[in-house]
């Protein structure tokens, strides 16, 4: 890491003459397209935020529509964005969720969810507050989407957009730089099974799964053992007559019927081995299910469509790269860069600091290394995950240094860095989930944070918005 310089360290709202005030292109209206707009503002940036959608909220946006394609791999299906099903409620309580000098406190109003995991809703209505509480609707151009974004010259990117009324004509405008912050959750990865063309059962992925009721009486098996993967098996149980869950994590050998539940009809397994032409679904332990749904909940894609960097940015394995921090390529920064690429964090937080840290590198308040030790930092970084022998496509997830991941950016603007009762409580959470898988959200011991959570808070403006 470069050791911080003076200019870290000047105030966050700069006298703008000092610094440069810049065209930026947001791509996105999700929560960290939302964030990263105030931030931009903030520090006296012109910007534009591009939604393809006709309301903020990215992935909090429940729909009961799904796409054509269950799977999700067909290009040319009409793309639905977000993988939210309809019981969804946070995994995260949210007192650690929310931004951080935006409070994710229950309003007490009557339509809302006061819980301390709320249901989707409650999240997409919190960041219609944000967008309210800081005036940026004025800033987003609706049903507005992105179909092109590349570099021309003089260091300006070029934005071809596509607007719902005009869905025929690309217009075509000039920026300083770009902000990508599209979300990565509607992209399916899928697993790959051995004789699934000729299986003659249903195959979806999870970005299609909203409700149980199609699964009635049918046996499921679903893939994965990640958040969603836990939610939506005991979702299907409640109806289906047998949820097989096939993991990774189980060792060859064990098939384990899960206890403990409401339900006693979800079994383990380790992965698939093939499946057959009779309906059967073969384990790597040998057992054999004969099943009528296969489901992967197997995770997304990072997925760029609309942009254009002459190659310097690829996808590779599920890496985004090369990027300085998860954020810059270091080729094009301060022009390029990226917000919520990383997964297992506390993504709003993680946002704001990520915003701050691009608002003050634009303007010139904070100082970026050079291209060189941008690349050094990337190459080692590299170097570490193959050491510790991490898959390529765990390059983004940031797990147990995500807190001093952001600290780090804290420092680099000059700010204070994650709030010691935020860290505690996402591990509190994170323990009290593996005791408690299907019970978490709604008994806990964690008081003692939400006090100092609650105390916090009282020192922010609850709900209420802020400066523009
Ligand atoms: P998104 O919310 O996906 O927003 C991206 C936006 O970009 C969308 O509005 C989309 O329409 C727009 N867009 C995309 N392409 C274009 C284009 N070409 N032109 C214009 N607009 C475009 N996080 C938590 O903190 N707590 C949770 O409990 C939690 N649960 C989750 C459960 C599920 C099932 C999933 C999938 C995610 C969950 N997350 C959770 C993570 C969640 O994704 C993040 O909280 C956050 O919403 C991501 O915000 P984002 O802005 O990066 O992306």
Redesign the pocket.
């Known amino acids: 890491m470069p050791p911080p310089t003076l200019l870290h360290f000047l105030p966050m709202a700069p006298s703008i003459s000092l610094f440069k005030s810049r065209d930026v292109a947001v ?7 939302l964030v990263a707009a105030r931030e931009l503002r903030r520090e006296g940036h012109k910007v534009v935020v ?4 006709r309301q903020v ?4 946006v429940y729909t009961p529509t799904v796409e054509t394609d269950p799977l999700g791999a067909d290009p040319s299906r009409h793309i639905v ?1 977000s ?2 099903y309809a019981s ?1 409620r ?3 309580p949210r007192e650690v ?1 929310g931004f951080l000098d935006y409070p994710f406190v229950s309003t007490g109003e009557p339509h809302r969810d006061p819980r301390r995991f709320p249901g989707h809703r409650e999240v997409s209505l919190y960041l219609k507050d944000f967008v309210v509480g800081f005036g940026l609707n004025e800033l987003i151009r609706f049903e ?3 179909v092109y974004a590349g570099l021309v010259e003089d260091e300006k990117w070029g934005v071809k957009s596509r607007s719902g009324n005009d869905a025929a004509i690309d217009v075509e405008e000039i920026f300083d730089a770009v902000v990508v ?3 990565h ?2 992209e399916p990865r899928l697993a790959e099974i051995p004789g699934i063309d000729a299986w003659p059962g249903k195959h979806m992925h999870s970005h299609n799964y909203r409700t149980p009721e199609p699964f009635r009486d049918q046996v499921v098996v679903l893939i994965g053992s990640a ?2 993967a836990v939610d939506i098996s005991m979702d299907i149980a409640q109806v289906a007559k047998a949820v097989h869950i096939a993991s990774r994590s189980v060792e060859a050998g064990i098939l384990e019927k899960l206890s403990g539940n409401a339900v006693d009809n979800m079994w383990l397994h380790p992965m698939i081995e093939s499946v057959q032409k009779d309906g059967t679904v073969i384990f790597y332990d040998g057992s054999v299910v004969l099943a009528d749904v296969i489901l992967h909940c197997t995770g997304y894609k990072y997925h760029f469509p ?1 942009l254009d960097t002459s190659g310097i940015v690829t996808v590779d394995d599920n890496r985004v790269g090369p990027l300085y921090k998860h954020i810059f390529p270091p080729h094009l920064a301060p022009g390029l860069s990226f917000v ?1 690429l990383l997964w297992k964090v ?3 937080p993680m ?1 704001e600091f990520q915003s701050k840290w691009i608002a003050g590198a634009l303007s010139g308040r904070i100082g970026l290394p050079s291209q060189e030790e941008m690349m050094a930092d990337v190459s080692a970084f590299y170097l570490s995950r193959e050491a510790s022998d991490t898959p390529k496509h765990y390059t983004h997830n940031l797990a147990d240094s995500q807190f001093e991941y952001d600290d780090w950016l804290a420092l680099e603007c000059g700010i204070p860095g994650v709030e010691e009762w935020r860290k505690k409580m996402y591990q509190a959470t994170a323990k009290n989930k593996k005791v408690r898988p299907d019970k978490y959200r709604d008994e806990w011991e964690d008081e003692d944070l939400t006090l100092e959570a609650q105390k916090d808070f009282a020192r922010c403006r609850p709900n209420g918005g802020g400066d523009n």
């Open positions: 791509i996105g209206a999700g929560a960290a397209g591009f939604e393809r959608e909220g990215g992935t909090w964005h993988s939210l969804l946070t995994n995260l969720m507005t989407e992105v912050c599209n979300g959750y509607t958040a969603s609309f919520g506390l993504p709003f946002f």
